[in-house]
């Protein structure tokens, strides 16, 4: 017996629908402080790449462009570490 793609397709989707069942399921809510922490590594690491990919850049208008983003991830590093600082004293 040949099956038809929307066979597979609604398979594929139940099959979707119970994994995001399953996640939410075994998925435990963040604090604040977690989600925070979370942001800062997320940033701290887009900010090292960001470095990173100065270092590589030699067209000047490339070299601008890094410019710019490593200004942009640095600050938003430092508002998501004052952000930090400003949660641990309250």
Known sequence: MKKNKNFYMEKAEKI???????SKHFHKEKSEEEELIEDLKRAHEEWRMKEEYFQWATDPDLVEHAIYELK?????????LKKAKELANK
């Open 72 to 80: 942009a991830s640095k600050i938003k590093y430092i508002y998501l």
């Open 16 to 22: 979707k629908k119970y994994v995001e069942t399953l």
